[in-house]
């Protein structure tokens, strides 16, 4: 084993305190069944935000805890307990903030549930994270990293991949049949995008409020005159379109007033609504059109580590590509600022050196 330093610098949650805190604390021990891991670079989320400003949080939340909640790192030491032959010291691994506990009993895990599972650890969701030079896990949160995808790549398939992979696969069951209807092409929506091409989707619409992230699009291959213009009401372009009752399922990553209202007019009778974005934190049912176009509201949330497995299969293969800009771990409070003025296009990992 290389020498592991005593302590180290993280970037912290104080209860109390919005601003993320760099601190010296000590680097962890692995527990009986965890790993401890070199971090090779660590995604940063918006929710980063409502974590260090939201003070009403679950119980598992300590005092003091390290953020980040999107891994990748290698492997550098096993736990006391850990016999498994699947990894080695040195793999590169893809790291679940919230693998669950696998608990006979847990009243979420036992219902193929993990992610949403209170026992278990939750890595940098109040409890300590990937914002550091050493993180210890759980080894079932692990997932090894293929050859051809980047330590960043594979940071940011932990979350914003697999969310986006678990909504549309498990949650979704989207077809090829189906035409799609898809708002927003942020973090999560981009990577959604490509999930849904790889389906081959009948025909997929695309709306945005950003040019830019349109025209991005239409360079992954989505005909121009399936996108939406900015500015223009996506119920009307429908409408004027001639698409009426043509879309089977609407994905939102979006989750506002007008795109939760646009997605229940779009819809086709019989249709699916997949909600995973929550940017308005509540939005009205319309119960008439609700009931009697026979609607599905299909709430996702997270993924597991199984579908992290396929979604860097996916990434290996070149079948999708995760949008990532690199920066330093020092840098984290301006790319925390950048994402919330909208200056991030896509997803930033933080490298570590
Ligand atoms: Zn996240
Ligand atoms: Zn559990």
């Not at 696998?102 to 949403?116: F, H, K, M, V, Y």
């Not at 697999?162 to 979704?172: C, P, V």
């Not at 199984?306 to 984290?332: H, I, N």
């Amino acid at each position: 084993m290389t020498d592991v330093p005593a302590t180290m610098f993280a970037w912290r949650k104080h209860r109390g305190n919005p601003e993320p805190v760099w601190e010296e604390i000590p680097v962890p021990e692995p527990g009986p069944t965890d790993v401890l891991v070199k971090m090779l670079a660590s995604g940063v989320c918006r929710s980063d935000h409502s974590l260090l400003t939201l003070e009403k949080q679950a119980g598992w939340f300590t005092d003091k805890w390290t953020l980040g909640h999107e891994g990748c790192g290698k492997i550098i030491k096993f736990g006391s307990a850990i016999n498994d032959t699947k990894f080695k010291i040195g793999d590169v691994v893809a790291l679940h903030a919230v693998p669950g506990c696998n608990g006979a009993d847990c009243p979420e895990c036992t219902r193929d549930l993990s992610q949403i599972c209170e026992r278990g650890h939750h890595s940098g969701i109040g409890q300590d994270g990937f914002y550091a030079p050493y993180a210890a896990t759980d080894i079932r949160s692990l997932a090894l990293v293929p050859e051809g995808v980047t330590p960043a790549e594979a940071a940011v398939a932990t979350d914003a991949v697999t969310t986006a992979y678990h909504a549309i696969h498990r949650r979704g069951e989207v077809k090829p049949h189906e035409t799609v209807f898809l708002f927003g092409l942020g973090g999560l929506g981009f990577n959604a995008l490509q999930i849904l091409k790889n389906i081959g989707c009948r025909r997929i619409f695309v709306s945005d409020i950003r040019q830019e992230r349109l025209d991005e699009a239409a360079a992954l291959g989505i005909p121009r005159e399936d996108l939406v213009p900015v500015g223009v009401s996506p119920t009307q372009w429908i409408e004027d379109n001639g698409h009426a009752a043509t879309v089977d399922t609407v994905c939102d990553f979006v989750g506002t007033h007008q795109t939760f209202d646009d997605a229940q007019d779009i819809v086709r009778r019989g249709g699916k609504l997949l909600c995973i974005g929550s940017l308005d934190t509540e939005n009205t049912i319309h119960m008439k059109t609700g009931t009697r176009k026979r609607l599905s509201y299909i709430f996702s949330y997270g993924g597991q580590v199984p579908d992290l497995e396929v979604v860097l299969k996916l990434v290996a293969e070149g079948s999708l590509r995760p949008q990532v800009e690199e920066k330093t771990l020092k840098e984290f409070p301006t790319v925390l600022k950048d994402l919330l003025d909208g200056k991030v296009k896509a997803r930033v990992a933080l490298v570590h050196e």
